[in-house]
């Protein structure tokens, strides 16, 4: 009797790109001394938490996570922010917007927001704690300064991207080599999308603020967008708050973090809703990002995420 051939062994889509991100985190944490992981409780912070937590499990988490905190964040962020740190046992470091406005580091244009600003707290919080290597949750399909970006992606002493050095990556080789002083952005999601985001947190369970499902909450019409009606934002002339049924794809600074009007109360309703959708999250709801095309890409020649 003719033996048979084992079942081959096949990762399913989703199954692949937790796969690439698992040995992402290993290689890290195997070959640089102080990474840390950014984590602002958006989805794809908590995707990645996620997706850490499971390469190393049992063991805990062999580094911290990083919150660059703009002050002007959605309550329930906040409050889904300590929850997460409490039910992983994580160790919360936060770099605030607010403490580098009060010493003068920076300076606020209130009409511009605070976004901008988090640049010089995400690098001074890398070069007070030391850190050599940082994860990040941004995506290649997010925009176009993004989809330029390497898996490992080199910063100078001075935080600061090139586009034009950057280093090639061959198969699943990293080059993770710097100097004293210079670091590492990782981003072991940069060949998902929104979607395939979606599809696992419905198929893993992943727990999200409840701010990505529809909810009621007052919005003020803006530019195109639908901002919320938070202690924040100041309400212009002839702006008017009224209610309406909306939920984020994006969670950042909440005066220029924008939402969508939407019925998607699940997961699942989520991802229907995203499949069918032509314009990227950022493009439809972060007004930040459309103060110029290359708007993104001078903040990350800056240090930005």
């Known amino acids: 009797m003719a033996s048979q051939a ?7 889509h989703l199954g692949a790109l937790e796969a690439e991100a698992v040995h992402v985190f290993r290689e ?10 950014l984590f602002s409780g958006g ?34 962020v906040i409050r889904f ?16 917007v607010q403490d580098d406005i009060d010493a003068g580091r920076t300076v606020e244009d209130p009409k511009a927001g605070r976004n901008r600003l988090q640049t010089a707290t995400l690098l001074r ?14 995506r290649r399909d997010e925009e176009k300064a993004r989809a330029k970006e390497r898996v490992f992606s080199f910063r100078d002493e001075f935080g ?21 002083g210079e670091h590492i952005r990782v981003f072991p999601l940069s060949n998902w999308t929104e979607l395939d985001i979606w599809q696992y947190v419905e198929a893993e369970n992943v727990t999200l603020p409840s701010l990505y499902y529809a909810h009621q909450r007052s919005v003020v019409q803006r530019d195109g967008m639908l901002l919320a009606d938070t202690r924040f934002l100041t309400v212009g002339e002839g702006e008017v708050p009224c209610p309406a049924t909306v939920r984020f794809r994006t969670i950042g600074d909440a005066t220029c973090t924008g939402c969508v009007e939407s019925t998607a109360s699940s997961p699942a309703e989520v991802v229907a809703e995203v499949a069918a959708t ?20 001078d903040r990350k020649k800056e240090g930005y995420f």
């Not at 084992?6 to 399913?12: D, T």
């Not at 990227?280 to 993104?296: F, N, V």
Request: glycine share 8%.
């Open 43 to 76: 989805k794809d912070s908590m995707v990645m938490l996620h997706v850490a937590a499971k390469a190393f499990w049992p063991a805990p988490l062999p580094f911290p996570v990083m919150h660059v905190d703009t002050g002007h964040n959605f309550d329930e």
């Open 125 to 138: 919080g890398i070069r007070e704690n030391g850190f050599d290597a940082v994860f990040g949750g941004a």
């Open 278 to 297: 032509r314009v990227t999250e950022r493009g439809a709801t972060r007004a930040d990002d459309r103060i110029s095309e290359a708007g993104m890409e």
């Open 160 to 180: 600061q991207w090139d586009p034009r050095r950057q280093r090639p990556e061959l198969w699943n080789l990293y080059n993770g080599r710097h100097r004293k």
């Open 81 to 96: 922010r300590d929850e997460t740190v409490e039910r992983y046992g994580l160790r919360l470091v936060v770099a605030s």
């Open 6 to 12: 084992p079942p081959a062994y096949e990762l399913s």
């Open 28 to 37: 890290v944490a195997a070959t640089f001394e102080r990474p840390v992981l």
